[in-house]
Structure formats: C-alpha cells, structure tokens
T-cell receptor, first 111, second 115 residues
C-alpha cells in the first residue's frame, strides 16, 4: 500500500462550483501535512499547510483527521485558474526527513 | 539566487550513457532534496542532504544513481548507464532547515529522456 493515496480524478467542474479532494496516509506517526499545487509541466508549489484544527485560506479549506488518517481540501467558487494537479503531501519524521507525495488529483475548471 | 535553479532543463540520452544533473539551491538553504517524477505520478523521494551530508538515500532506485553535494550548496545527481525506465522529470528542492512543517522550494526540474 502506498504511503499517501489520492483519487487521481480528473475532476471536471464548472466555474463557481465547490469541489473537495480527499487523501489518506498510512503512517500514523506522520507529523505534518500539506497540499501542493502543480501546474502542467511546472514544479510543485506549496498551496497550504494542514493543521489538526482545520485551516482556511481564502476559498481554500484544509482539514485533517488524525484518527482516520485522512486529509481533505475544499475549494469554493472555483476559478479557471484553479485548474491544476493537487498533491497531498505528508512529512514523516524518520531518519530521512522527506516529504512523501501522493500521485495527485487533477482538477479542470471550465467556463 | 532568487530560486532553485536546475540544469539542463532537458536532457536526451542514449541508453547506456551517463548523465549529470545539476541543482543550485536557494542561498542559505541547508536542506536539499532530489525527487523523481514520472509522467502522471507524484514526485518520488530519491535522496536528502543536510549541508554536505547525505542523510538519506533510501529512495535511489539502484546503484546506478549517485548524488553529491560536496560543499553544501550545489548538488549533482548522476545516473550511470541510463536505462529507458530512468526517463522522468528530476526535481530538486531546498528548504531552510528541512524541519517539520517547512516549505519546500522546487526547481523547474530536468526532463530526462532516455532513448
């Protein structure tokens, strides 16, 4: 089983729609959680960190459920510019302090 | 520099050829990571440096892959006797300390195509 699992999509939604992505992780000792965004043929960029209490940044809301080992990202009022791949990322504090990436969920917002 | 710089941007190699990929991290960033991203996949961890020390190389897929960061700044990922399955985008990332919760800054990557 992969460390971080996501539904690859694609999610095709109209402008203005609300869309939610889910992610599960296998290592209960995981310490930190993030959503990264990757545009086509570009490098990943940090979208937001995910905190246990849940956090919001404008139209984006991230939530973490440690008991279920589940992370979510909600995008409200989708814009054309939100079209990208969203990568769920987990930080494992083991000997190697590396971020583990999911395969990504592709979102396509159309007018 | 202003960001993480990788070169070359594209590399085409014949099977069996050796290649060297360069990463120039953000100045002052202690931690440097290499990731491999195949088409349609998320980035897969290869190796991690803290300054010049290679603390984790568990993600390197075979002994044909070798990475170094001799002076704790620029890093080189070398792939010997390239195979077609090595074709991917190789991403370098750096962070200030590499600690939990810290943002990674990625370079634009080197797209390697092995023919």
């Amino acid at each position: 089983r992969k460390e971080v699992e996501q539904d690859p999509g694609p999610f095709n939604v109209p402008e203005g729609a609300t869309v939610a992505f889910n992610c599960t992780y296998s290592n209960s000792a995981s310490q930190s959680f993030f959503w990264y965004r990757q545009d086509c043929r570009k490098e990943p960029k940090l979208l937001m960190s995910v905190y246990s209490s849940g956090n919001e940044d404008g139209r984006f809301t991230a939530q973490l459920n440690r008991a279920s080992q589940y992370i979510s990202l909600l995008i409200r009022d989708s814009k054309l510019s939100d079209s990208a791949t969203y990568l769920c990322v987990v930080f494992l504090n083991q000997a190697g302090t590396a971020l583990i990436f999911g395969k990504g969920t592709t979102l396509s917002v159309s007018s | 520099g202003a960001g993480v710089s990788q070169s070359p941007r594209y590399k085409v190699a014949k099977r069996g050829q050796d290649v060297a990929l360069r990463c120039d991290p953000i100045s002052g960033h202690v931690s440097l990571f290499w990731y491999q991203q195949a088409l349609g996949q998320g980035p897969e961890f290869l190796t991690y440096f803290q300054n010049e020390a290679q603390l984790d190389k568990s993600g390197l897929p075979s002994d044909r892959f070798f990475a170094e960061r001799p002076e704790g700044s620029v890093s080189t990922l070398k792939i010997q006797r390239t195979q077609q399955e090595d074709s991917a985008v190789y991403l370098c990332a750096s962070s200030y300390t590499g600690g939990a919760g810290e943002k990674l800054f990625f370079g634009s990557g080197t797209q390697l195509s092995v023919l």
